[in-house]
Structure formats: structure tokens, C-alpha cells
């Protein structure tokens, strides 16, 4: 991982150097809900709101709106090759997408929040290869466009040189603090602080269904002390060769056993406190810092087992 030069608080100019300079930990903010909707929306018609933008009419702020209310997370997303009249939809957990008229994306928003899943008479397409969405929102965040653009780029280009996934620019994420960040889908996982030089490492640890450590922020369904004993737990267990997706059990007060097949690392997160800002609007108005709870995890033990072996 590449990260920038190290700074003094009073001169960050962007909220990531601030979070990076006061020493803000990066795993602990990989929640993310697990109901998704991708719309595809120009993005030179963004504006600050994650799901809403310029020229959409009243039915459909109201579809989304209501599609909120029904419990989906809406992103916009966009990329300018293969322009369309229609417009392309993806709907997570349901891994599908559809590409819908104008006229017609109203009305399936309507029926998803009805039903909360995609009805078995829509015509819609599996997803083929996993989506990958790197926030450059520069509307919601300065440092989404400074940061977020530059990944976009990186890993559009290294996923058609390996031809396996799908990179699309997306709108707000939550982190802006934690630039560049990227979602990917169906996984769930989170990253922050990317530059152009992980995108090859990235790709190639997603592609084998494992986790991009240097810049992994925690499994979106684990609470932010969970998520840090998973990620220094995975640290651990990479010292012994081990590496995969965790299972993460919690053993007692902030105590979890972080285990892989061959090994376990056992870990106890710690609560801490410090003072940063939310976003580049709060750093540049030098509003009051805002206190955050953040975690540390300290390992307990390091165990290696050995899987028993199967008789022939």
C-alpha cells in the first residue's frame, strides 16, 4: 500500500490527510447494509446526496425516497463507456441486473420496495463478475474526487487487462476521510485509502475471494470491534501463510477468535478516543473536531493447528 507522505495535523488542506495525521485506524468502518441498488445516473448530474440528482422527476425521487423507507441502500453509479438510453440497475443480494427505461424505473423501485426482492416475473440478467465501486464523488467530498478518481482509473485499467470484473465510479460510500474508498459486490468488502499502486494486488486477492489486507476495513456485517479483531487477526494469521475470508467468534468481553483453516489468532479490541473531522467542509470552516470511539486490537495468542487429514 501506498500511502501519503506523513503530515502535521494543522497543515492538513484535505480531511484524509487530517484522519491519516492524527492517526485514525482504517479497519472498524467496513459496515455496510447488505440491501443494495445500483442506478446509473450521468455523473455530471450529481449533486451532494448519494441517491438523488439533477432531472429525475417526481416519481422517481419519490421511488427512491420510498425504496429507502423500505430498508435498501440506493447508490448512483456511472462510467463513460457503452452510453445507453436505457438505464442500468443492479439489486443486491439479489445479484441481477436489468437495464429499465426512464419511464419504467419508477415503477420497479415501487415493486421492490413492495416485496423487498426482485418479483419472479421481472426479466432480469445474473451478475457475472463481481462489481467493484470506487467512490469519486467529489460533489459530496473533496477528497473523493483528489483521491477517488485516481483508483477509479487504476483499476478500470488492470480489470480489462484481466478481464474479470466490473469497475464502475459510484457515488458516497461513507469514510470520505478514509479516501480512496471501494466497495465490492457481491462480497461486501470495504477498502480505504487506496492509490493507483494496489489496484493490481486488489483485484488479484479479490479474484482468489480473499481480502485485500493492507487496505481491508472489516467485514461490513461485524460491529467496528469485530471488525478490527478481524483485520489484525488476519495480519496474524498471514504471518503463519494463512490467508481467506475469517470466521470471527467472540469468546468474551471484546475477546474474538479470529480463525482460517490451519490457525487462529485470538484478539481483544480496545476502545480509544481521539478528534478528527467528518469531512473537508467541517476541516476547512476548522469546525470543532468531533470525538470518535475508535478500536485497537491486541493479540492474545497465535495458534497453528493442523487440519486432520482424511483417510483414503
Known amino acids: 500500500m501506498s500511502l501519503m507522505a506523513p503530515i502535521h495535523p494543522e497543515d492538513a488542506k484535505f480531511c484524509t490527510e487530517f484522519s491519516l495525521a492524527v492517526g485514525e485506524p482504517l479497519a472498524g468502518s467496513g459496515v455496510h447494509p447488505q440491501r443494495n441498488i445500483l442506478i446509473r445516473w450521468p455523473k455530471g448530474r450529481w449533486q451532494h446526496s448519494l441517491r438523488l440528482a439533477a432531472e429525475m422527476g417526481d416519481p422517481l425521487v419519490a421511488a427512491i425516497e420510498g425504496a429507502v423507507a423500505a430498508g435498501w441502500r440506493i447508490n448512483l453509479i ?10 442500468r440497475v443492479f439489486v443486491f443480494p439479489d445479484n441481477v441486473t436489468l437495464d429499465l427505461s426512464p419511464a419504467d424505473l419508477p415503477g420497479f423501485l415501487d415493486m421492490l420496495s413492495a416485496a423487498g426482492r426482485v418479483p419472479d416475473d421481472i426479466s432480469v440478467r ?5 462489481l467493484v465501486l470506487c467512490c469519486t464523488h467529489g460533489k459530496h467530498d473533496a477528497c473523493c474526487a483528489k483521491w477517488g478518481f485516481a483508483i477509479y482509473k487504476a483499476l478500470a485499467a488492470e480489470a480489462a487487462r484481466i478481464r474479470n470484473f466490473d469497475v464502475w465510479e459510484v457515488t458516497h460510500l461513507g469514510g470520505c476521510r478514509l479516501s480512496a474508498g471501494v466497495l465490492v459486490l457481491p462480497a461486501l468488502r470495504k477498502y480505504g485509502r487506496l492509490r493507483p499502486v494496489d489496484a493490481p494486488e486488489l483485484l488479484a486477492a479479490e479474484a482468489r475471494g480473499m481480502p485485500y489486507l493492507p487496505c481491508y476495513r472489516g467485514a461490513s456485517h461485524l460491529d467496528p470491534a469485530a471488525q478490527v479483531a478481524e483485520v489484525a487477526g488476519l495480519h496474524q494469521l498471514a504471518r503463519l501463510g494463512l490467508h481467506g475470508v475469517a470466521r470471527v ?19 481483544h479490541a480496545e476502545a480509544d478516543q481521539l478528534r478528527s473531522y467528518g469531512s473537508c467542509a467541517d476541516l476547512k470552516a ?3 473536531l468531533k470525538p470518535k470511539t475508535v478500536w485497537r486490537a491486541r493479540l492474545i495468542s497465535l495458534t497453528q493447528t493442523h487440519p486432520e487429514r482424511t483417510m483414503p
Open 78 to 87: 456511472d462510467r463513460k463507456s457503452d452510453p445507453s438510453d436505457l438505464i
Open 126 to 130: 445474473p451478475i457475472t463478475a463481481p
Open 249 to 267: 467468534r467472540a469468546t468474551g468481553p471484546d475477546i474474538y477468535d479470529i480463525s482460517l483453516p490451519g490457525g487462529t489468532a485470538t484478539m
Open 286 to 288: 476548522k469546525m470543532p
